[in-house]
């Protein structure tokens, strides 16, 4: 057995720790390129949004380097991305692909069947041994989450320029080359003092932007064309609140403290939307809110092309946007999205927040 | 005598290039409008080679600016001082030749936009997103197809007394409504109309979604000229629609102001563009397989030697000294 996955910005991190330490044999896809999208262009139907077209192209591409199990979380439709796991094993089924489906749904409905799940792909593990596994993994991703904090805060305030991508980029090539979560832990640790000692510009106070949408166009940067790197460039502070850390809070751990947060944020979106209408539009609204009390200069939300949630969160934002005056700008991202176009809102944007800020700053 | 200090403007559009001079005071001494005609490396150096061949005698070049979606080529071949997107530059071109407009509709080659001006700052914007109907590259093909000349296009559809329906949502189908009206026998200049109709109701509906847009209001970018386009805006929106003198050049005066505010701050100007033009440029693609993203650069050469090179997620090339 072979087990691959897909992508999610860093999400291959933590579960390339886990695989590795159960000693379980494990493909990681190639970094999303342009021939992943083509692939998955190719299998999905053509409406499907960006994020079911990515995974295929994922799958694909591992499985011809050797991979014969697809694990995926299959989170019981909040939106349509909860039937892609069955669908996606229907489509490879068509072209012939010749492999195991694991989908891995949310404990709460048939805990047994869960575990039943986990063990076919823990195998032989001892238990303690995959609790073991587990409690490294989810460890990892607390301290990518902190290095991931630290780029996001230096690359507005870089002395020399590019050089957070260029540690990013090194610690991305570096990361492949580790085995388990001992070296993937110290590889974190190192790169997060040498992000750390970053030299920074004097006395600059960079905007602020939150990052607001759909979970996996947030996290992956192939999906939202690098949105944070470009951010960070035109020397913005990108502030986001959902990662891979905060979604396996939610749907993994049993952190009472987190959720109780959770809650207390969500419901910061009460005026505006107060329950859960699929997908991430919740957070969306709730964390457009929270930005505005923290004083952020500007809110971008980004949905994949189709993304029926969000497009209704998309319809509130101008709203939030006028009560609590703060510029809101939305991107819908799908393949057949320009960079320049994209490269142009957001230098736009930048600038029209900076033009403000230095009239509020006149005025006072 | 003191030399007379001028602020070039290039916006380097799809359709278009267009090519300004201004003098401190904001004054536009020579102003250009080219097609771009899928070569915008000849035509941009053809343009500035008019450009100083007009230029008063004493003067010379103290800041330039660019903008457009070919920015970065223009700013590689003169050495621009600020290279600035098209909202920004379009913006601030009203703010200072209309200072109490409140909305700017924008209608270019393949681009429209809207951007909302509040209090003397751009307050809020949008781009048209999936599809391009309604823009200037869709009119042309339009008139090539009815075989009218582009500049008589909108005076046609101010005669029509009864404007036929057309669907206006992508401009495939649209087309395809047009042959359909004309081969029912419906008047040309009635299908005009209906098409201008129908390419403001798009842009309201999709570029100015959800926008407030209040008086005064600003109509420009190419397609402005088209006087049906202007007549339908006026009607849908219920206000008079302003169309400025230099509408067809107002992101190459942006980009020619912010130059000048640039050069306030005490810098001398970077700009070469009239030594540059009398070398040869050339441009090379090829494929990174430097990682799996597989980037496509593109190296831009004066002279055979690389002077920009973009295209590039990493940043690795475009980093690189240039020579």
């Given at each position: 057995m072979t087990i691959t996955f897909p992508h999610m910005g860093w999400l291959y991190i933590p579960v390339k720790a886990l695989f590795d330490d159960l000693n379980v044999p494990i493909v990681v896809p190639p970094p999303i390129n342009n021939k992943t999208l083509e692939i998955g262009t190719l299998l999905a139907p053509e409406m499907a949004c960006l994020p079911m077209k990515i995974n295929l192209g994922n799958y694909v591409q591992s499985i011809e380097n050797g991979a014969d199990t697809i694990v995926l979380t299959g989170s019981c439709g909040p939106c349509r991305f909860g039937y892609y796991g069955v669908v996606e094993q229907e489509i490879l089924r068509d072209q012939g692909y010749d492999v195991d489906i694991i989908i891995l749904d949310a404990p709460g409905r048939d805990p047994r069947e869960f575990v039943n799940r986990i063990s076919r792909i823990t195998g032989r593990s001892p238990l303690f041994k995959g609790l073991k596994a587990f409690f490294q993994a989810s460890k990892i991703i607390e301290e990518m989450d902190k290095l991931q904090q630290v780029f996001l805060r230096k690359r507005p305030r870089e002395l020399a320029k590019g050089e957070t991508d260029r540690i990013q980029t090194r610690f991305e090539k570096e990361v492949m080359k580790c085995k388990g979560s001992r070296e993937i832990l110290a590889l974190i640790e190192k790169y997060r003092h040498k992000a750390e000692t970053i030299q920074e510009r004097p006395d600059t106070t960079p905007l602020r932007i939150g990052l607001v949408g759909e979970i996996y166009t947030l996290i992956e940067p192939y999906v939202n064309l690098n949105v944070e790197k470009k951010l960070g460039s035109l020397g913005v502070e990108v502030h986001r609140g959902i990662t891979i850390r905060d979604w396996v809070k939610t749907?993994?751990?049993?952190?009472l403290k987190y959720k109780k947060e959770r809650k207390e944020k969500l419901d910061k979106g009460a005026g505006y939307l107060n329950l859960c209408i699929g997908g991430h539009a919740w957070e969306t609204i709730a964390s457009a809110v929270h930005y505005a009390d923290m004083g952020l200069d500007g809110v971008i939300q980004i949905l994949p092309f189709g993304c029926m949630p969000e497009i209704v969160a998309e319809s509130i934002i101008p709203t939030i946007s006028k009560d609590l005056d703060i510029p809101a700008m939305t991107l819908t991202v799908d393949e057949l999205t320009g960079e320049a176009g994209y490269q142009t809102r957001l230098e736009a944007f930048v600038d029209l927040l900076s033009r403000r800020k230095e009239i509020i700053y006149e005025q006072a | 005598m003191s030399k007379l200090e001028l602020y070039l403007g290039l916006d380097v559009g799809s359709v278009s290039i267009n090519l300004v001079l201004l003098n401190k005071d904001y004054r536009v001494l020579e102003k250009l409008y080219l097609r771009t005609q899928g070569k915008p490396i000849e035509v941009l150096k053809e343009g500035l080679e008019k450009l100083y061949e007009s230029m008063p005698a004493g003067s010379n070049v103290s800041g330039a600016g660019v903008t457009g979606s070919g920015r970065e080529l223009a700013a590689a071949m003169v050495n621009a001082d600020v290279v600035k997107n098209e909202i920004t530059a379009h913006g601030m071109a009203v703010l200072q030749y209309i200072p109490n407009a409140q909305t700017i509709l924008e209608i270019g080659g393949q681009d429209s936009k809207i951007i909302l001006l509040r209090n003397g700052v751009v307050a809020d914007f949008a781009m048209n997103t999936v599809c391009a109907a309604g823009t200037g590259s869709f009119l042309d093909r339009q008139a090539a197809r009815l075989n009218i000349p582009i500049q008589e296009f909108g005076s046609l559809a101010l005669k029509s007394k009864s404007p036929t329906r057309i669907a206006g949502r992508c401009a495939v189908f649209a087309e395809s409504d047009m042959i359909h009206k004309q081969q029912m026998g419906c008047r040309r200049e009635d299908i005009i109309k209906g098409l201008c109709e129908a390419l403001v109701r798009n842009y309201l509906n999709n570029v100015g979604k959800g926008k407030e847009i209040l008086p005064q209001i600003v109509f420009q970018g190419g397609v402005a000229a088209n006087e049906g386009i202007k007549k339908s805006f006026e009607e849908a929106l219920g206000h008079p629609v302003i169309v400025p003198e230099h509408y067809d050049v107002m992101g190459a005066l942006g980009a020619a102001i912010l130059a000048h505010r640039e050069m306030m701050r005490g810098e001398a100007t970077k700009f070469c563009g009239f030594h540059s033009i009398k070398g040869s440029f050339a441009t090379n693609t090829f494929s990174c397989s430097g990682c799996p993203n597989l980037c496509e650069i593109v190296e831009f050469y004066l002279d055979g030697k690389v002077k920009a090179r973009w295209g590039d997620r990493c940043g690795n090339w475009s980093r690189k000294e240039s020579v």
């Open positions: 749907h993994l751990s049993l952190d | -």
